[in-house]
């Protein structure tokens, strides 16, 4: 691998496994004007004036704002597909502020990857007749490619495998897709449940996953049942013994409907269904 400046405008960005976030980049614009670009961005050549960016998309993008014309770049063109692949990621786990929703993603993809790779090596060897040796397990790599423990992969693995794709499109620009307890939460869930926190969460009837989830698992109505049956009982109270009956028939459950008692609905946390 070899250091070289190129022009940034002969950089393809490509398909990125995050976008960049224009806070960093702002933040990342001081610190090049007062210290320079200290780490170069990753590349491979696609011909003689032409480089696709493997690593480094915040520091591109904030060079490219300051004016400059030129880059420091790092050439990984002896990298396979794969490995250029996890480069970028190993790049962003340890470099990028990540957030926890993110995080497991990258890690998500990683594994991936390096299962890919594993696969093919081993294959590789059978054709060879080369006996596999003691095998590093992806964990294992991981923490020490990154500085992770073995214990917060697994755990962001799993967060990123069990909550549904869509779900996680969902809130990824809300608060929640940056804290692990609330995505520990959403991964306890169904998918089918998934969607329903989010919905709870969107439409203000709970405050958080968390207590989403508590509310699903545990069989309360939720906020918006309460508030019909309040609404309900309130109607019902006010109607006349005409209307009382009139509904009665229109819901078919037939009989004459007394003024005290009305209908058998299911009581409420504030008694006003007495």
């Given at each position: 691998m070899?250091?070289?400046?190129v ?6 960005i ?8 224009g806070e960093?980049?702002?933040?990342l614009m ?16 696609q011909d003689t004036?032409?480089?696709?960016l493997?690593a ?8 490219r ?11 990984v063109d ?13 790049e ?8 926890e ?10 594994k991936?990857?390096f299962?890919?790779?594993?696969e093919q ?18 964990a294992?790599d991981?923490?020490?490619?990154t ?7 697994n755990?962001?693995?799993r967060?990123a495998?069990?909550?549904a794709?869509?779900?996680r499109?969902a809130?990824?620009l809300s608060p929640s897709f ?7 939460a ?23 996953f968390?207590e ?21 009982v ?6 006349s ?14 009989g ?10 299911p ?7 007495n």
């Amino acid at each position: 691998m070899t250091v070289a400046r190129v022009l940034i405008a002969d950089i393809e960005i490509g398909q990125r496994l995050r976008s960049y976030d224009g806070e960093k980049v702002a933040a990342l614009m001081e610190s090049v004007q007062e210290l320079g670009l200290r780490t170069p961005i990753s590349l491979v050549r696609q011909d003689t004036d032409s480089f696709r960016l493997v690593a480094g998309l915040h520091r591109l993008e904030a060079c490219r704002r300051l004016g400059w014309e030129h880059i420091d770049a790092l050439f990984v063109d002896t990298l396979g597909e794969i490995d250029q692949q996890m480069w970028e990621i190993d790049e962003n786990l340890v470099r990028a502020e990540l957030s926890e929703g993110e995080r497991s993603e990258h890690l998500l993809r990683r594994k991936q990857l390096f299962e890919t790779k594993r696969e093919q090596e081993r294959v590789a060897g059978k054709r060879d007749g080369i006996k596999p040796q003691h095998e590093t397990g992806f964990a294992t790599d991981t923490a020490e490619r990154t500085g992770l423990t073995k214990r917060h992969i697994n755990r962001s693995i799993r967060r990123a495998e069990r909550i549904a794709g869509d779900v996680r499109e969902a809130i990824r620009l809300s608060p929640s897709f940056r804290k692990a307890v609330e995505l520990d939460a959403l991964a306890d869930l169904s998918h089918e449940d998934q969607r329903r926190a989010v919905h709870l969460v969107a439409r203000d009837e709970v405050r958080s996953f968390r207590e989403a989830k508590e509310r699903l698992t545990s069989g309360k109505p939720t906020l918006t049942q309460e508030r019909q049956l309040r609404a309900l009982v309130a109607a019902w109270k006010a109607a006349s013994d005409e209307t009382r009956a009139a509904f009665l028939e229109d819901v078919g459950a037939g009989g004459d409907a007394s003024r005290d008692e009305g209908p058998r609905l299911p009581t409420v946390s504030d008694g006003s269904a007495n």
